[in-house]
């Protein structure tokens, strides 16, 4: 609701002040910037009636205006609008009154208004899915990703679009936006994949190619920051205002959220904690350094030390594994009981932790969320972060380090947000 104070009107939305706006009350103030005040006003109070309409279920005018403190011309304006646009819907009328009177018209949000596209070019898979207007996942498919050649990973990626609508129940002209993430640096300014070494792609104006294909508002996150938009609205984080949600699957990096903002540097390269060297001639990562933390703590990790310990003298079950290993395998042998894949899980959340730590001890966070496939593996790997977390931050234990309540779909979740965000203001 709209609370006027002192010439301030304050926004509030589930109880948290989430913008200001100065209205022109100032008789010095130019016209202009009386009619910008006014248009944001009406944007705003447009905000307020759907964001009540979309959360209420079934609501007549009268408690639109009730709940949100508008007049009631103001509202019905807006109701007329929104019915127009296709956005809200009259669904018969309410119980009648005891005075005898008309009975309200109700209201309701339809959720087939807007459709929003999510694609998550993954290292192995890309997947997308299709979003109602409420937010709702309503269809994903999966296609194996393209290594190398952007250009085909596109297009493979929308070959999946028209069955994935028919079978959401959208037609393709109610897309409203497009979310998208890439393991990679991504600059969110200008929608580029600077740098993704797992995927083979350097300088690819992903933004650009899709906004060809589709002609609709595009924005582009890296995987870790998209994991953590999500993980803050629907996840583990929900509630928090400073957290940092942590990628741990093929690769590995960092979503920081300070202050309930997502934390992206100055290009939107920030986050990159698994291309921090942490060991003097350690092996070599993708990204052409030696010794990064993503070599001693991800999938690739797990997959490597793996590998090595078949070959060894010590009885595994890893040694009946063909290779190349997968952590998903090494998982399986861990909770078969064989005890060098669970060192092995365990010595590698240990190194993760040692990563945490730095984090913990420069942004000072409530929480750290770590998600992504290899958390599959949480009963080990946050045993072994969670100790290396208490030896090596000065805060020890009292930074709280749970796993993902949206597992490997958080990143497709938020690019599914993402791209609401983008469309809907409100």
């Known amino acids: 609701m709209v609370l006027v104070r002192g010439g301030l009107d304050l926004l509030y939305h589930n109880g948290n002040i989430w913008n200001r706006f100065q209205v ?18 009406r944007e705003v109070n447009r905000s307020i009636v759907l964001d009540i309409i979309r959360r209420g279920g079934k609501v007549s005018r009268t408690d639109l ?56 070019f993954g290292v192995h898979t890309t997947t997308l899915a ?19 050649d952007p250009h085909a990973a596109v297009r493979s990626a929308l070959e999946l ?10 037609p393709r002209s109610r897309l409203a936006s497009v979310g998208v993430t890439v393991p990679g640096m991504v600059d969110t300014r200008s929608g580029t994949v600077a740098f993704a070494p797992n995927l083979g792609w350097s300088d690819v104006p992903i933004r650009s190619l899709l906004q060809q294909a589709f002609d609709l508002p595009v924005v582009v996150h890296n995987v870790t920051n998209a994991g953590a938009i999500a993980e803050g609205r629907i996840g583990a984080a929900k509630g928090a205002r400073s957290y940092v949600w942590v990628y741990v699957g093929h690769g590995l990096g960092a979503g920081i959220v300070i202050d309930g903002q997502l934390f992206s540097g100055t290009k939107g390269f920030s986050g990159e904690i ?15 350094l030696r010794g990064c933390l993503e070599t001693l703590a991800s999938g690739k990790a ?54 945490l730590s730095y984090l913990i001890n420069v942004l000072d966070p409530e929480l750290v969320v770590l998600g992504g496939r290899v958390m599959e593996a949480q009963d080990y790997i946050l045993e072994g972060a969670r100790a290396s977390v208490a030896r090596h931050t000065l805060r020890g234990s009292k930074v709280e380090v749970v796993a993902s309540t949206l597992g490997d ?17 409100s």
């Not at 207007?133 to 999966?142: F, L, N, Q, S, T």
């Open 65 to 120: 205006a009730k709940r949100s403190a508008l007049t009631k011309p103001t509202v019905s304006a807006i109701v007329d609008d929104l019915i127009a646009r296709g956005i809200v819907q009259e669904v018969g009328f309410g119980k009648t009154v005891a005075t005898g009177g008309r009975r309200a018209r109700l209201l309701e949000f339809n959720d087939a208004s807007a459709a929003y596209l999510g694609v998550r």
């Open 302 to 355: 797990i997959e490597r030390i793996a590998a090595e310990a078949a070959r060894g003298s010590e009885p595994t079950k890893l040694s009946a594994l063909h290779a190349p290993f997968e952590a998903a395998a090494v998982l399986e042998a861990a909770r078969a009981g064989d005890a060098v894949s669970q060192r092995i899980l365990r010595e590698v959340g240990q190194n993760l932790g040692v990563g």
């Open 274 to 288: 698994g291309h921090c060297p942490v060991v003097d001639d350690g092996p070599l990562c993708s990204c052409g």
């Open 24 to 41: 022109g009350f100032n008789p010095m103030q130019q016209d202009v910037q009386g009619k910008v005040d006014s248009r944001a006003m």
């Open 161 to 170: 679009l028209d069955g994935a609508l028919e079978e959401a129940g959208l």
């Open 409 to 425: 779909r958080a990143g497709l979740m938020g690019s599914v947000i993402a791209a609401m965000d983008q469309a809907v203001r």
């Open 130 to 148: 299709i979003a109602d207007a409420r937010g709702e996942v309503r269809a994903v498919r999966e296609t194996p990703t393209v290594p190398g």
